[in-house]
């Protein structure tokens, strides 16, 4: 979980919640709900958008994610965040109970994307907005190429496709269009964005979010020969990035806004 909070949130998620949030426009005192909130990254800065007055519920699968963002100190005058344990597609919050809900980087997880989206749906208040983020596909964020190149490599297709489908596996702007006009939505908007990364610690920080992957257990399993074969490899299927040790390329992720109809 740490290789999570400590290497991608800072350089990867935090930015992109504040992308998130500023195509949502929260205002002070509005009730918000974040789906598959993680260790609290949008469900914090949010908090910190709808103030005092406002009231946040972040939920997530993982037990492990949620103690993570209960363990965080609360941002000044910031609203009071409740987090809850339950699944996307069976959301444990009472119907019209939010003004916003938002979703950074957790649909493509989702098993029923539509169920999950009728979830959300039920939770909004009639005029209610929407905020979902998911990745491109892993072709426009570079760095994730170069770590998916270099495990097909040493480790082979097989495994180079699993990570490949997590978080890059529902890159396609129609689908994710559709999923939300045929949910009942309107005002449905879909954006490509990109914004910058920086591995300052270079390919060896950036190998290791696989900590945080889909992967993470074949990896740790890897014998020293084929840890330092993986690491080689990385560090070649980087070079194009990398500049003095430092990498610095960037991500793509689909932003979808919508609204609940009045
Ligand atoms: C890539 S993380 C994103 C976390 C957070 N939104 C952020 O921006 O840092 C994906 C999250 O989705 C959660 N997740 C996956 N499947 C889920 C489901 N069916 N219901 C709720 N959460 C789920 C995982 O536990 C994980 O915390």
């Known amino acids: 979980m740490s290789f999570y909070d400590d290497i991608m949130v800072p350089r990867l998620f935090e930015p992109w919640a504040r992308l998130l949030l500023d195509k949502m426009h929260p205002e002070s005192g509005q009730a918000v709900l974040d789906v598959a909130c993680g260790p609290g990254t949008v469900t914090r800065l949010v908090a910190q958008s709808v103030g005092p007055s406002g009231r946040v519920t972040g939920c997530d699968l993982s037990p ?15 609203a009071p965040i409740e987090y809850l344990k339950c699944s996307a597609d069976a959301l444990d919050v009472a119907d019209g109970s939010v003004d916003l809900v938002t979703c950074q980087q957790g649909l493509q ?58 978080p890059w596996g529902f890159g396609d702007a129609p ?35 696989l900590g945080a992957a889909s992967v993470a257990t074949i990896v740790a399993q890897l014998s020293e020969a084929d840890q330092s074969a993986l690491s080689a490899a990385v560090e070649h299927a980087s070079r194009s990035i990398t500049k003095d040790g430092v ?11 919508a609204v609940k109809d009045r």
């Open 64 to 78: 492990a994610m949620l103690d993570l963002a209960r363990s965080k100190d609360p941002i000044d005058a910031s």
């Open 247 to 257: 990498i610095r390329s960037h991500a793509a992720s689909h932003i979808l806004t």
């Open 109 to 166: 997880f989702f098993p029923n994307r539509p169920l999950a989206l009728a979830e959300m749906r039920r939770a909004l208040r009639p005029g209610g907005k929407l905020g979902i983020a998911v990745w491109c596909r892993i072709d426009d964020c570079p760095p994730f190429l170069a770590l998916a190149n270099a495990l097909e490599e040493v480790l082979g297709s097989e495994v180079a496709a699993t990570y490949r489908g997590g």
């Open 175 to 209: 689908a994710l269009a559709r999923l939300a006009n045929e949910g009942g939505f309107t005002d449905v908007d879909v954006h490509k964005y990109e914004l910058p990364v920086v591995f300052e610690g270079g390919p060896h920080q950036l190998q290791l979010t």
